[in-house]
T-cell receptor, first 112, second 114 residues
Framework: DAKTTQPTSMDCAEGRAANLPCNHS???????VYWYRQIHSQGPQYIIH???NNETNEMASLIITEDRKSSTLILPHATLRDTAVYYC?????????????FGSGTRLSIRP | DTAVSQTPKYLVTQMGNDKSIKCEQN?????MYWYKQDSKKFLKIMFS???????INETVPNRFSPKSPDKAHLNLHINSLELGDSAVYFC?????????????FGEGSWLTVV
């Protein structure tokens, strides 16, 4: 079973910030939070990851709560091309034997 | 250049046949994976290889046999195909520790068994 829970679907107006929440209340101290997305008919694409500090890259920002039990992925200026299923995953950082378990994700729709 | 490439992209075959899907990564990663995405869109890990050694095998039927001739290739052979094997199969790779264990996925191989 996935170790994260996410809303099934969300929508956001084009140009606005999309905030995607994720709960991971059973996360252990050495597990990182990863976000991936899957655009229709394509392979999943890495977005960002973090341990406890907030992270930002060219695609998105990741805000992790102090207790690490939840996080929010922020797409600062959503475009139609951001329409996809977004997966929040927890995983060990230094172990290839640590399985990535995908949940059902959040289907994000961007409206014009 | 495609980082993780898999062939064929589409495959339609009859029940009972044996087929293979090939995967190659040019990222220099030491770990490769096969994932299956069924009609309900759940992505499930099937196998993981690290430096040609099997490290994850997720209760997959024996009809599925991965083969890793070198760490840049992980092929998936399926014997006696069944209707339930119809799915999209994704190959992926990662480098343990190096880039945060980020997994890079191929574009998928769409298998239809009729």
């Amino acid at each position: 079973d996935a170790k994260t829970t996410q809303p099934t679907s969300m929508d956001c107006a084009e140009g606005r910030a999309a905030n995607l929440p994720c709960n991971h209340s059973t996360i252990s101290g050495n597990e990182y939070v990863y976000w991936y997305r899957q655009i229709h008919s394509q392979g999943p694409q890495y977005i960002i990851h973090g341990l406890k500090n907030n992270e930002t890259n060219e695609m998105a920002s990741l805000i992790i709560t102090e207790d690490r039990k939840s996080s929010t992925l922020i797409l600062p200026h959503a475009t139609l091309r951001d329409t996809a299923v977004y997966y929040c995953i927890v995983r060990l950082y230094y172990s290839s034997a640590s399985k990535i378990i995908f949940g059902s994700g959040t289907r994000l729709s961007i409206r014009p | 250049d495609t980082a993780v490439s898999q062939t064929p992209k589409y495959l339609v075959t009859q029940m009972g046949n044996d087929k293979s899907i090939k995967c190659e990564q040019n990222l220099g990663h030491d770990t490769m994976y096969w994932y299956k995405q069924d009609s309900k869109k759940f992505l499930k890990i099937m196998f993981s290889y690290n430096n040609k050694e099997l490290i994850i095998n997720e209760t997959v039927p024996n009809r599925f046999s991965p083969k890793s001739p070198d760490k840049a290739h992980l092929n998936l052979h399926i014997n006696s195909l069944e209707l339930g094997d119809s799915a999209v199969y994704f190959c992926a790779s990662s480098q343990e520790g190096g880039s945060g264990n980020t997994i890079y996925f191929g574009e998928g191989s769409w298998l239809t068994v009729v």
